[in-house]
């Protein structure tokens, strides 16, 4: 019987996720359908993925022309007394995740960021904001890589999970 429970409860918060992964979409095309701000669909992105993720921030950053150096366009914090990466040059060249994203075009989670070689650039930021797992998604505009999503969480142990990254590539 305790067997049967555990299952009951286990299908029961997968079809709870479903329906928040459903919202998500609902909301994200009620905004992009209805209005013409672009900054506007920006920010509504970053926010419904951070809050459906339990992220602690989201940002779209975006590539230039030289494809050298992303630009954060849009920035979600859960705290909103933290202070925004709005307007932060990443450079690729230093940057071995953003770059593999962006070289790839596939998505990549980096647990423990704060140690990982993958983020070594960004360890006294990521340490300083008490990353402990990072998402970077792709951001593709008619199949061609035009930025990046970064999404982190500050919650010990956990890491993304391939659905959680798999939303995210959707939404992207």
Same mark, same amino acid.
């Given at each position: 019987?305790?067997? /049967?429970?555990?299952?009951?409860? !286990?299908? &029961?918060?997968?079809?709870? /996720?479903?329906? &928040? &992964?459903? !919202?998500?979409?609902?909301?994200? %095309?009620?905004?992009?359908?209805?209005?013409?701000?672009?900054? %506007?669909?920006?920010?509504?992105?970053?926010?419904?993925?951070?809050?459906?993720?339990?992220? +602690?921030?989201?940002?779209?950053?975006?590539?230039? #022309?030289?494809?050298? &150096?992303?630009?954060?366009?849009?920035?979600?914090? *859960?705290?909103?007394?933290?202070?925004?990466?709005?307007?932060?040059?990443?450079?690729?060249?230093?940057?071995?995740?953003?770059?593999?994203?962006?070289?790839?075009? @596939?998505?990549?989670?980096?647990? @423990?960021?704060?140690?990982?070689?993958?983020? !070594?650039?960004? #360890?006294?930021?990521? !340490?300083?904001?008490?990353?402990?797992?990072?998402?970077?998604?792709?951001?593709?505009? /008619?199949?061609?890589?035009?930025?990046?999503?970064?999404?982190?969480?500050?919650?010990?142990? *956990?890491?993304? +999970?391939? @659905?959680?990254?798999?939303?995210?590539?959707?939404?992207?």
């Amino acid at each position: 019987q305790g067997e /049967r429970i555990r299952a009951d409860l !286990a299908r &029961e918060q997968e079809i709870l /996720r479903q329906n &928040e &992964e459903r !919202a998500t979409f609902y909301r994200l %095309a009620v905004a992009i359908t209805t209005v013409l701000d672009v900054q %506007a669909i920006l920010n509504a992105t970053t926010r419904e993925l951070g809050e459906v993720l339990h992220a +602690s921030s989201c940002g779209i950053a975006l590539l230039n #022309h030289a494809r050298d &150096e992303l630009l954060v366009v849009s920035d979600y914090r *859960r705290n909103p007394q933290e202070a925004t990466a709005m307007g932060v040059h990443i450079p690729l060249a230093s940057n071995p995740s953003s770059q593999y994203v962006v070289d790839n075009g @596939q998505s990549l989670v980096v647990p @423990q960021p704060q140690v990982n070689p993958l983020t !070594a650039p960004v #360890h006294e930021v990521m !340490a300083s904001r008490h990353v402990e797992c990072l998402m970077l998604t792709p951001l593709r505009t /008619r199949g061609e890589v035009v930025g990046t999503i970064g999404i982190d969480t500050d919650t010990p142990g *956990r890491e993304f +999970s391939p @659905q959680e990254v798999l939303l995210a590539e959707t939404i992207a």
